[in-house]
């Protein structure tokens, strides 16, 4: 990729360089993180691509900017535009009953009282609708929540491994809500299910949708939902933390998913994901190509918690990628309201997402710049790398 004299775009160089020693010295050096790449572009230019440490430790392969990681939830974002793309082509429109495309989820209940199977369920208030499913306000949940009789049933019931998205949704056909639809926020596999819908409005499986209409015309040649054989030199190890140690390397017995999960199954790479983002920054479009509609993108990245709510009036989840003091929720994306409420350097309508191994990306449409860091370390809720690096990064910006 090619960097260009970040003084040219704005940026203090010294500063930028300061990100290195920060990272190398108080994550790297320690043996906090194995391994990092960090990306930062503005005003359509990379300003700043640096790499440290390794992309597997135990072979002491040193980090390289072609190579693949896990990235988790940042896979939401990309399901999150292809369902809006089909919204676009007015295949849907936002208050759609989600049962009106998935027929076996007409009569979903919430959650009262009792323990799988023998749950005391009631009628939602309202039926579910798409908006909620892009919202987190469905009230669905996840299975590693530990917090409530409901995701203790996702976990013994696997509905997160199941063979396919169809078993999938029809196991959740089954399993009561946490609450009624538009009560609450909660992180959830709702993104999951947006990539069902996907297949359903489109007629397609989810990686050829992807492929067709995201993935080729951004040239995200890296991105998929299994690394193949042919590219596993690339894929960077992944690591737990360990409270009284090193990380620990996780062997993860498969690399070919069995259902293609929308909320967070794609393999990818900083070069990949640079076009994701920089189309996201320049109105959804890329080299000339239209991804999305410039208005589309702005309803997305627009808070759509009642009454402008921010996460810490609305949430009931126990993990979350983002703060949520400051910060609210689109479609599909978490959005900044207030930098002071958030502590954090940054500016009403800064928009990204972060992912389990603690990834994340960082979009500014204000400043027209964006910041991309990943590494391969669960949990993503470890260390406060993301604000530090926000932090950094936005203190290189030079008067105009």
């Not at 409901?150 to 089954?174: G, N």
């Not at 918690?305 to 989840?317: A, G, I, K, V």
Request: aromatic residues 12%.
């Amino acid at each position: 990729m090619k960097i260009v004299k970040p003084e040219s775009l704005g940026l203090d160089p010294e500063v930028l360089n300061g990100v290195r020693s920060y990272l190398e010295e108080t994550y790297v050096a320690e043996g906090k993180y194995v391994g990092t790449m960090t990306l930062v572009s503005r005003k359509g230019k990379i300003a700043y691509l640096d790499c440290i440490g390794y992309m597997d430790r135990e072979n002491e392969k040193l980090m390289k900017e072609d190579a693949i990681f896990r990235i988790y939830s940042m896979t939401k974002a990309i399901t999150s535009i292809a369902i809006m793309q089909l919204y676009e082509k007015s295949k849907f429109r936002l208050d759609d009953p989600v049962y009106w495309y998935i027929p076996s989820w007409k009569d979903l209940r919430v959650y009262q009282s009792g323990v799988y199977p023998n749950f005391l369920t009631s009628r939602p208030k309202r039926h579910m609708t798409i908006r909620d499913l892009l919202t987190h306000m469905s009230g669905l949940t996840y299975d590693f929540m530990y917090r409530t009789n409901v995701d203790a049933a996702y976990r013994k019931t696997k509905v997160q491994q199941a063979e396919s998205l169809k078993d999938f949704v029809d196991i959740l056909s089954k399993l009561p809500l946490e609450f009624s639809p538009g009560d609450k926020w909660n992180y959830s596999v709702s993104t999951d299910v947006l990539g069902y819908l996907v297949e359903v409005l489109s007629g397609m499986e989810l990686e050829d949708y992807f492929k067709k209409y995201i993935f080729t015309p951004l040239e995200m040649n890296d991105t998929s939902f299994s690394c193949p054989k042919n590219k596993l030199d690339r894929l960077c190890s992944l690591y737990e933390h360990d409270p009284v140690g090193i990380p620990k390397l996780l062997e993860i017995p498969f690399l070919n998913t069995r259902m293609a999960s929308g909320g967070g199954g794609l393999f990818s790479t900083m070069h990949d994901y640079h076009n994701f983002c920089h189309m996201l920054l320049h109105d959804g479009e890329f080299e000339g190509k239209r991804i999305i509609g410039r208005k589309t993108l702005e309803l997305m990245t627009t808070n759509h918690l009642p009454d402008n709510q921010d996460l810490t009036e609305m949430s009931e989840s126990a993990f979350s990628e983002t703060p949520y003091a400051g910060v609210g929720f689109g479609l599909g994306f978490s959005v900044m309201l207030d930098p002071v409420k958030s502590q954090s350097v940054s500016d009403i309508g800064e928009f990204g997402w972060g992912g389990a191994a603690s990834t994340v990306f960082m979009i500014n449409p204000k400043e027209e710049m964006f910041i991309i860091f990943l590494t391969q370390l669960l949990p993503s809720s470890t260390y406060q790398v993301r604000r530090e690096l926000r932090s950094l990064i936005y203190s290189a910006l030079m008067p105009e």
